[in-house]
């Protein structure tokens, strides 16, 4: 749908074969549509590992040493992939209490070796967070390129630090911000947005019938003050034509759902349905909820007569029940203590 992102900064890098595919969207969306996870089986007894362990776990600018340099390496061997894993969030980065840990790799990781670089994948948090490895089906990659981090529980919690390190290739840090749900109900028109507790209603409108809006839990996958749209990228017909420049933009899927400036919210939000599948708002709202909004926050739909949204189309980890999620686990559930 869109062919230009124009101007503003993603917060957040997005995995490199997501970010190609961004511009390609399908017919849905705006148009049709800390510890460290160790496990009890990963501690070594070889003075080998205990050095791996020094290495891929010591000391940094945070001040990372001390007990999590000391921590053991998994008993596996580390998998060389991890040499060109891509973490999604930038080292430093604040990001909302719904942003998955999503690494990608440059080409699909054998079942067999999934296991081994989960242990490798070392999340330590300040919160003690039980989470698990998940390895996630992306739109836009193949089964085995993906594999995400998510607690336990709902979310995130506010205010949490969290390390991850990508074996003996890199340590990433980034902190959990503000917690921020918006719940967009298409049958009302409305949008409710909790912010650690404090509630406020915008007015919206979202997909027509027939270019119904993903219901169900996604992540702002980033955000953009402009960007442009075009229905003749994803085959809209004559009475559905589009192209231009949309403002205030959050992306919600790989697909093209974004909340987003609409003049046709002016007069319908509140009221009707009357766009493609994203979350129409008006010219005077969208702004001010644009600038509420980090990446990482969490939008819900409900009451949408369509589909839910899958897991790998954007961060839709949250549509898994937690057994779900660990069934694509090849190691299981850990406490980052």
Not at 53 to 59: E, L, V
Not at 151 to 159: A, E, L, R, V
Not at 237 to 252: R, S
Request: proline share 5%; glycine share 12%.
């Amino acid at each position: 749908m869109y062919v230009n992102r124009s101007t503003g900064r993603t917060a957040g890098r997005l995995g490199a074969a997501v970010a190609a595919c961004v511009a390609l969207l399908s017919a849905v969306g705006c148009s049709a549509n800390a510890g460290t996870g160790v496990r009890t089986a990963d501690r070594p007894d070889a003075v080998a590992s205990a050095a791996v362990a020094a290495r891929a776990g010591g000391g940094d600018k945070h001040g990372g040493s001390g007990a999590s340099g000391a921590r053991p390496a998994p008993s596996v061997p580390e998998p060389a992939v991890l040499a060109r894993a891509q973490v999604h969030i930038s080292d430093g980065d604040t990001v909302g209490v719904g942003m998955p840990i999503s690494v990608t790799f440059p080409q699909p990781v054998p079942a067999a070796e999934r296991k081994a670089v989960e242990s490798w994948l070392r999340v330590q948090t300040s919160s003690g967070t039980t989470g698990a490895w998940s390895w996630v089906r992306d739109r836009n990659l193949l089964d085995g390129q993906r594999v995400d981090f998510r607690p336990s529980g709902t979310y995130w919690k506010p205010g949490t630090k969290i390390t991850l390190r990508r074996g003996s290739h890199g340590v990433s840090h980034f902190t959990i911000g503000r917690s921020l749900v918006a719940t967009v109900d298409t049958k009302t028109d409305m949008m409710t947005i909790d912010t650690d507790g404090r509630t406020s209603r915008i007015p919206i409108t979202a997909g027509k019938p027939g270019l119904d809006t993903w219901k169900g839990t996604m992540v702002v996958m980033d955000k953009q003050p402009k960007v442009f749209m075009d229905s003749r990228t994803v085959g809209m017909g004559p009475n559905d034509t589009y192209h231009g420049y949309y403002y205030w933009a959050l992306h919600l899927t790989t697909s093209g759902t974004y909340v987003h400036q609409n003049p046709h919210a002016d007069t319908a939000a509140g009221h009707s349905n009357v766009t493609h599948g994203c979350v129409g708002l008006a010219t005077t709202t969208a702004r001010g909820f644009y600038n509420q909004v980090m990446v990482g926050d969490v939008i819900k739909v409900t009451g949408a007569n369509k589909d839910t949204v899958a897991s790998g189309n954007g961060y839709g980890d949250w549509n898994l029940t937690w057994k779900q999620w660990l069934d694509h686990s090849a190691a299981g559930a850990a406490t980052t203590a």
